[in-house]
C-alpha cells in the first residue's frame, strides 16, 4: 500500500492510496469519526479504474496527520487485544479427534434368496388404508 499527500492544511489533509486494501481503510474512518476533535473523515473511492481512492480528515484543534496516527494506534491495539482473545477462545475449546467409524460386515447375499417379507404392523397398515379407500369409493357412489 502506497500513500500520497495530496492536499496538507494546517487542519485538513488529504491522502490518496495506491494498492490499499479497501477492509483496513473502513475502520480507520470509523476511528476517526468517534475522535472529537476530527470535523469530517472520508473515504471516496471513485472510479475504480479511472481514480485512486482518497482519504480526507478535517479536525478542530489537533493538525489531521496526529488524528490519523492516533486512530491507527487505536486500530493496532484492537486488532492485537482481538487477537489475544482470539487464541484464548481457541486454547478453551478442547478438540476431540473423531474416532473412525467401524464398518458392518455386509452379510452374504444367498443365491436364490427370497425377498423379505414385511412385518405384522405394516401388514395391518396397508389393510387399513385399503380399508379406508373402499369405504371412500363406497361412500361417492351412494
Known amino acids: 500500500m502506497e500513500l500520497n499527500l495530496i492536499s496538507k492544511d494546517k487542519k485538513l489533509v488529504v491522502i490518496e492510496f495506491t494498492d490499499v486494501k479497501e477492509t483496513i481503510v473502513h475502520p480507520l474512518v470509523d476511528v476517526l469519526l468517534t475522535d472529537e476533535d476530527v470535523l469530517l473523515a472520508a473515504y471516496k473511492t471513485g472510479h475504480?479504474?479511472?481514480?485512486?481512492?482518497?482519504?480526507?480528515?478535517?479536525?478542530?484543534?489537533?493538525?489531521?496527520e496526529t488524528a490519523v496516527k492516533k486512530a491507527a494506534e487505536s486500530l493496532e491495539v484492537e486488532v492485537k487485544q482481538l487477537k489475544k482473545e482470539f487464541d484464548k477462545a481457541?486454547?478453551?475449546?478442547?478438540?476431540?479427534?473423531a474416532a473412525p467409524k467401524k464398518k458392518k460386515a455386509e452379510k452374504p447375499k444367498k443365491k436364490g434368496a427370497a425377498k423379505a417379507k414385511p412385518s405384522k404392523a405394516k401388514k395391518t397398515e396397508a389393510k387399513k388404508k385399503t380399508t379406508?379407500?373402499?369405504?371412500?369409493?363406497?361412500?361417492t357412489k351412494k
Open 132 to 139: 379406508k379407500a373402499k369405504d371412500t369409493k363406497k361412500k
Open 90 to 97: 481457541v486454547k478453551s475449546v478442547k478438540t476431540k479427534k
Open 48 to 64: 475504480p479504474q479511472l481514480d485512486k481512492p482518497r482519504l480526507t480528515v478535517k479536525t478542530k484543534r489537533v493538525s489531521p
